[in-house]
């Protein structure tokens, strides 16, 4: 059974670090991993998705790396900015979205 | 092109009423998903529908139900609603070329 889970599960850092948010998976038989931003009380925004034939993803400041062997994920975000706030979430298929619980990222002025 | 409707954005209904909530996804996506969020349980899903057939079905009691018209377009229905069932409705849409879920920004329906 596919289990996900994302650490830490809150983070909170001054504007303009570079910073990492892991993202693993129990079962290493995923066909892809996608990458999800939720503002408060919004939907979902997909940021990411990485085929599993693919070690990484970039758009803009965002790198998201893939190792299916170790069944982990990154979520690279590069000098981070206030607007960035927000929970992000990763996923991965398997007849449904299995999901993590996300990672509550505050990014102080 | 336009990305996956959902409507309405808030509702607020009466304990034993009952609600539908309309999901349109992505032209062409013939797959749509739904999940429950809440703060407590994070996102669970609920069913997903494929060229009007139910596909896959999560653990909801049979007050919930959906459905699938021939133009993908999708509604789930929740009757004889609980406070429980206070939460944000989010839909997804697929295509089965693999490159990934796309989500409405979900009804945030209240029970009282």
């Known amino acids: 059974k596919q289990e996900v889970t994302q650490i830490p599960a809150a983070l909170s850092v001054p504007e303009g670090e570079n910073l990492v948010l892991n993202c693993s998976f129990t079962?290493?038989?995923?066909?892809?991993l996608q990458w999800f931003r939720q503002d408060p009380g919004k939907g979902l925004t997909s940021l990411l998705l990485?085929?599993?034939s693919q070690r990484e993803q970039t758009s803009g400041r965002l790198n998201a790396s893939l190792d299916k062997s170790s069944g982990r994920s990154t979520l690279y975000i590069a000098a981070s900015q206030p607007g960035d706030s927000a929970t992000y979430l990763c996923?991965?298929?398997?007849?449904?979205?299995?999901w993590g619980l996300g990672t509550s990222l505050a990014v102080n002025p | 092109k336009a990305g996956v409707t959902q409507t309405p954005r808030y509702l607020i209904k009466t304990r034993g009423q009952q609600v539908t909530l309309s999901c349109s996804p992505i032209?062409?996506?013939?797959?749509v998903s739904w999940y429950q969020q809440t703060p407590g349980q994070g996102l669970q899903f609920l069913f997903e529908?494929?060229?009007?057939?139910?596909?896959n079905k999560g653990n909801f009691p049979g007050r919930f139900s959906g459905r699938q018209f021939s133009n993908s377009r999708s509604e789930m229905n929740v009757s004889t609603l609980e406070l429980g069932d206070s939460a944000l409705y989010l839909c997804?849409?697929?295509?089965?070329?693999?490159?990934?879920?796309?989500f409405g920004s979900g009804t945030r329906l209240t029970v009282v």
């Open positions: 990485i085929q599993s």
């Open positions: 032209s062409g996506h013939r797959s």
């Open positions: 997804a849409s697929s295509s089965p070329q693999g490159d990934g879920y796309t």
């Open positions: 996923a991965v298929p398997q007849r449904k979205l299995i």
């Open positions: 529908y494929f060229s009007e057939t139910q596909r």
């Open positions: 079962d290493s038989a995923i066909y892809n």
